[in-house]
């Protein structure tokens, strides 16, 4: 049932790490040929896209975030010919396919930054990033005192005594957006790939393009950083508010120039979307990103972070819902994601994590699932030596980074690496991830598998369900979440450690997160930690 004209609104999108997802090659590494074998599996849990994080030419010094050709496919994960073939295989399975685009920076490998670095301070090839004198007498002192994102300084000096700003890794040099020419360069890319056939794109680091004030301090750099690192809890709350409302170089308003012309772009093509990526505060300026003439989506970081409580459930989920409102655009619900720790592990319980993905699945707009949540994989686990993610490498370990939710899927229980590749995968799986085994859940009526495959197939032909319909929250007792989608649909959550029960107008039990639910009479029975869809 269509519920509105624009596929995206409200899409199941099926995020794919892909050196992860499934390795055909038997390399160790995932690859393309991997997602295509895996289309039917991907078919069959009722999503509506894949989006694949970056397949493009690269070193590989941030999970393939940082890009040496953006207008290629890395030789790890297979050929422009295999792109084109994931995209009709997908297409021809009914599956829109959406790809990573990253404009925050390139890598150092990329044929600008090698003219760069051969090139003259003050000449146009150094003009495409950000390179400035050093201060201090001879100028041995980073040009202001910004952080990496990934722990240490954010610039690093060349031997002729430049300095080039990165946010992230020192391979990753960032990309001016002041140049005319880096603007023509990505229209090229996102032509390259519309083109192509893909469906969309997801942006990375979206609200970083701008900086503003390269030359001055910044009062308290180092818990900035901690601030911007999503899964830490080093800071408060409120030093997270304070510090992310005032940044010199995420969130400043010309960037929206940017998306403007993008748009345009996407506008000359058929149902395309972009969904942005922004941890902005307050989180009324995501509506910004998301006005009419920009992108379509963007990203809330808040169930990110979420806890297991109502009332904070309850005030995240409606601040996003009317903020987006504001420009008429859908939210967007993600519970996990390559960069933070998977729900089960964070919440440190099946049975929470089903509860929440029950409740978010009933939200109005966009459903993102990471792929292996819907297994209900916990994080995997490895010594540091054995850790890829610059996180983890730069600060040696202080800090584990992000690659516990990066691990293989398994897909067998019985095959060597569980199914995933024949050669030893290139992070290592935890022995437990057999009881989470893609063909073992299949098989398994109460598995989380078929839990998730329940739920999104409610969700695509309930009439309440999924759309932009409106959304009332109910008076409840603490710890209870209960809200009515029109027509016909009361969810209710207990985020206690006791069952509860409420009265309550309805017809019946439609879904539940798990065992012992009861609707007599019109008195709901709701054990511990558990979400209950039922039809009014
Ligand atoms: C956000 C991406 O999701 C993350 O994985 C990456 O490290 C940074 N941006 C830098 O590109």
């Known amino acids: 049932m269509m519920k509105h004209d624009s596929w995206w609104r409200d899409a199941v999108i099926y995020q794919i790490y892909p050196r992860?997802?499934?390795?055909?090659?038997?390399?160790?590494?995932?690859?393309?040929?991997?997602?295509i074998e895996g289309l039917p599996y991907l078919a069959s849990l009722g999503i509506d896209a894949i989006w694949l994080s970056p397949i493009y030419r690269s070193p590989n010094n941030d999970g393939f975030y940082d890009v040496a050709d953006p207008r290629d496919i890395d030789p790890l994960f297979g050929t422009l010919a295999d792109a084109?073939?994931?995209?009709k295989e997908a297409h021809a399975a009914g599956l829109k396919v959406i790809f990573d685009i990253i404009p925050n920076h390139f890598s150092s490998d990329h044929i600008w930054f090698q003219e760069a670095m051969r090139a003259a301070p003050g000449s146009a090839a150094r003009a495409r990033f950000h390179f400035y004198d050093g201060r201090g007498e001879s100028g041995e002192l980073t040009p202001n005192n910004w952080n990496s994102l990934f722990t240490g300084p954010a610039w690093t000096r060349l031997p002729d005594g430049q300095w080039y700003l990165h946010l992230f890794d020192s391979s990753q040099p960032d990309l001016n957006w002041d140049n005319p020419e880096v603007h023509a360069d990505f229209e090229k890319t996102l032509r390259f790939w519309l083109d192509l056939g893909i469906d969309g794109f997801r942006i990375d680091v979206s609200h970083g393009l701008v900086k503003e004030d390269i030359l001055v301090d910044h009062r308290d750099p180092d818990l900035l950083t901690k601030a911007l690192r999503i899964d830490t809890t080093d800071v408060t709350a409120e030093q997270r508010a304070d510090l992310l409302s005032d940044m010199p170089f995420f969130d400043r308003d010309g960037v929206h120039e940017i998306y403007r012309e993008w748009r345009k772009i996407f506008n000359e093509y058929k149902d395309r979307m972009t969904v942005g990526e922004a941890f902005v505060y307050p989180t009324s300026r995501l509506a910004n990103y998301v006005r009419p003439d920009e992108l379509h989506q963007i990203f809330n970081f808040d169930f990110l972070l979420i806890e297991w409580d109502a009332a904070k459930i309850r005030e995240a989920a409606s601040r996003v819902i009317s903020e987006l409102a504001t420009v008429g655009a859908p939210p967007t619900w993600a519970l996990n994601n390559h960069d933070s720790p998977r729900l089960v592990s964070r919440l440190g319980s099946l049975a929470k994590a089903r509860a929440l993905a029950l409740l978010t699945a009933a939200l109005p707009g966009s459903l993102y699932i990471y792929q292996g949540e819907e297994l209900g994989l916990p994080d995997g686990d490895m010594p540091v030596s054995a850790r890829k993610d610059p996180i983890a490498i730069r600060s040696k370990g202080a800090d584990l980074g992000r690659d516990g939710c990066r691990v293989p899927l398994p897909w067998s229980a019985h095959q060597p690496h569980f199914g995933f590749s024949s050669h030893t995968p290139w992070l290592p799986q935890m022995s437990s991830y057999g009881d989470y085994a893609i063909e073992s859940e299949?098989?398994?009526?109460?598995?989380?598998?078929?839990?998730?495959?329940?739920?999104?197939e409610i969700r695509k032909h309930h009439p309440a369900l999924g759309g932009e319909g409106q959304i009332t929250f109910l008076e409840s007792e603490p710890g209870v979440l209960a809200f009515t989608r029109v027509p016909g649909l009361v969810v209710v959550a207990n985020t206690t450690d006791g069952s509860i029960q409420m009265k309550l107008e309805a017809q019946s039990i439609l879904h539940q997160s798990g065992h012992g639910v009861n609707y007599v009479a019109d008195l709901l029975d709701l054990p511990a930690h558990t979400t209950v869809w039922l039809q009014r």
């Open 20 to 35: 992860s997802f499934r390795d055909a090659n038997g390399d160790g590494e995932g690859d393309l040929a991997g997602v």
């Open 84 to 87: 084109e073939l994931l995209i």
């Open 442 to 456: 299949v098989s398994d009526p109460e598995s989380s598998l078929n839990f998730y495959k329940k739920t999104l």
